[in-house]
């Protein structure tokens, strides 16, 4: 079936020649004349791309666009404006807005800029994933994510033990309960744990439980995490930092579907789903023996890698402006965006500790700003990156060349004669640099000031 796009200009004859040239590309087109129009054509029929001018009756191309990401927020728009309109196609694109056109345009660009459109849409729901739901707070409309998802969705449907790899801050922990939400399980906890963040001695307490008595300090029976997670999902986040120890505790739990408390002599069974997560190499780890190769294949059933911040640059405006929106009512600040070059600073970040450290800057410019447009000063201050202004090579030569001119003129009070002397110049062409900075000697020479 052909791809549909969804096409919004109230200038008939542009609508109607748009509409042919997408038509012969071999599109499915759909042409409306409003916002409203537009509106009324996505609940009935869902697009891949949208393609509107800015300039519309009632609602303008903005406006639609917040509609759009509010109702379907991976649906990417295309944006045809106007020189007068830049600016506002400019701010646009910065909130998300796929890319935009300036008329007239290019017929060639146009289908180019369709197609890259088309590469990141996802594809009209079908009647098994309709409801977005599942994915609540995972935010994006980048092509590597949208394949992720899909993976995603259909592991849901199973039972199989799934390992997610990713850098720290990516987000695993979110993409498991997404998995979870999308699975038969649902209805059932998702139970977490950090295996590195709770001590070596504790963890199999907390992992497997404890009988009344089984250890100093067990004054009561303990059920564990495991037990907990009957029914549901026990996710297990950095697998790699688990001792060996408990690692060969683990993969029987997996293979007997049981589990056996410290101190208990019967084991108790239960009925859950076990994902992973890992920023480590566990490749490496195995080679250095400090990972068991029969459990890593035991968790490693299907494996989702999550890509880093820096490798899904485009959803940084949709990343960042959904923080914002969210802090700025958790805070009661009327804030409405980010400046233009404050959101290319964001874009062009390296961005080590990805999607986390993103909602960390975001947060503190939020609280910081006095301004509805977040500047780039506050930005490049969460960045922890100096503020140093980028000069021309021309510009930064006339302002060395001023800088010497009033160094000189200080050093010898003012008189031309001298200043021109120790700079090796004519006085005459020492005076037409004076004219061309807006210089005069008597600026410098001493004496009491002028009222």
Same mark, same amino acid.
């Given at each position: 079936m052909a791809a549909r796009v969804l096409l919004v200009d109230d200038d008939p004859d542009l609508l109607k020649l748009l509409s042919m040239r997408l038509t012969a590309a071999g599109y499915q087109v759909t042409a409306? &004349?409003?916002?409203?129009?537009?509106?009324?054509?996505?609940?009935?029929?869902?697009?891949?791309?949208?393609?509107?001018?800015?300039?519309?009756?009632?609602?303008?191309?903005?406006?639609?666009?917040?509609?759009?990401?509010?109702?379907?927020? #991976?649906? +990417?728009?295309?944006?045809? !404006?106007?020189?007068?309109?830049?600016?506002?196609?400019? &701010?646009? !694109?910065? *909130?998300?807005?796929?890319?935009?056109l300036t008329k007239p345009y290019d017929g060639k660009v146009l289908l180019d800029k369709v197609a890259q459109a088309m590469a990141v849409a996802p594809e009209a729901p079908s009647s098994e994933d309709g409801d977005p739901s599942w994915r609540a707070g995972i935010v994006s409309g980048s092509s590597r994510m949208a394949e992720l998802l899909a993976e995603a969705h259909l592991v849901a449907r199973s039972d199989a033990?799934?390992?997610? #790899?990713? &850098?720290?801050g990516t987000g695993k922990e979110l993409l498991a309960q997404a998995i979870h939400r999308a699975s038969r399980r649902a209805a059932r906890p998702f139970v977490a744990v950090n295996c590195g963040a709770i001590p070596e001695?504790?963890?199999?307490?907390?992992?497997?439980?404890?009988?009344?008595?089984?250890?100093?300090?067990?004054?009561?029976?303990?059920?564990?995490?495991?037990?907990?997670?009957?029914?549901?999902?026990?996710?297990?986040? &950095?697998?790699?930092?688990? +001792?060996?120890?408990?690692?060969?505790?683990?993969?029987?739990v997996l293979q007997e579907r049981s589990v056996r408390?410290?101190?208990?002599?019967?084991?108790?069974?239960?009925?859950?789903?076990?994902?992973?997560?890992?920023?480590?190499?566990?490749?490496?780890?195995?080679?250095?023996?400090?990972? *068991?190769?029969?459990?890593?294949?035991?968790l490693n059933v299907v494996s989702l890698r999550l890509p880093s911040l820096a490798e899904r640059r485009e959803d940084i405006p949709l990343l960042a402006k959904h923080?914002?929106?969210?802090?700025?009512?958790?805070h009661g600040k009327r804030v409405s965006g980010f400046a233009p070059d404050a959101m290319k600073a964001l874009a062009t970040a390296a961005w080590p500790g990805n999607v986390r450290q993103l909602h960390n800057v975001v947060e503190q410019v939020?609280?910081?700003?006095?301004?509805p447009l977040i500047p780039l000063a506050l930005v490049q201050?969460?960045?922890?990156?100096?503020?140093?202004e980028v000069l021309s090579l021309a510009q930064a030569r006339e302002r060395f060349e001023r800088d010497y001119l009033v160094?000189?003129?200080?050093? !010898?009070?003012?008189?031309?004669?001298?200043?021109?002397?120790?700079?090796? *110049?004519?006085?005459?062409e020492f005076y037409r640099l004076l004219q061309k900075h807006g210089l005069t000697a008597g600026q410098f020479r001493a004496g009491p000031v002028a009222p």
């Open positions: 409306v &004349e409003s916002a409203e129009a537009a509106l009324t054509q996505l609940a009935l029929a869902r697009p891949q791309v949208v393609v509107s001018d800015v300039q519309l009756p009632g609602r303008d191309g903005l406006q639609l666009f917040d509609e759009i990401r509010a109702r379907h927020p #991976a649906l +990417p728009l295309i944006l045809l !404006t106007a020189h007068g309109t830049i600016p506002d196609a400019v &701010e646009a !694109t910065a *909130r998300g807005v796929f890319g935009y033990s799934v390992l997610i #790899a990713g &850098e720290s001695a504790l963890l199999e307490s907390e992992l497997f439980g404890h009988v009344k008595g089984a250890f100093t300090g067990a004054i009561a029976h303990h059920d564990g995490l495991c037990v907990a997670a009957h029914g549901g999902t026990l996710f297990l986040d &950095e697998i790699g930092d688990m +001792p060996p120890a408990l690692q060969v505790k683990l993969l029987r408390p410290v101190g208990a002599t019967q084991p108790v069974p239960v009925d859950l789903r076990v994902m992973s997560a890992t920023h480590r190499d566990l490749d490496a780890a195995m080679a250095q023996g400090q990972f *068991r190769e029969d459990l890593y294949y035991r923080f914002l929106d969210r802090l700025a009512a958790k939020c609280a910081l700003t006095t301004t201050r969460a960045l922890r990156v100096p503020g140093v160094g000189l003129l200080k050093l !010898t009070d003012g008189n031309v004669a001298d200043a021109a002397r120790l700079a090796d *110049r004519n006085r005459t």
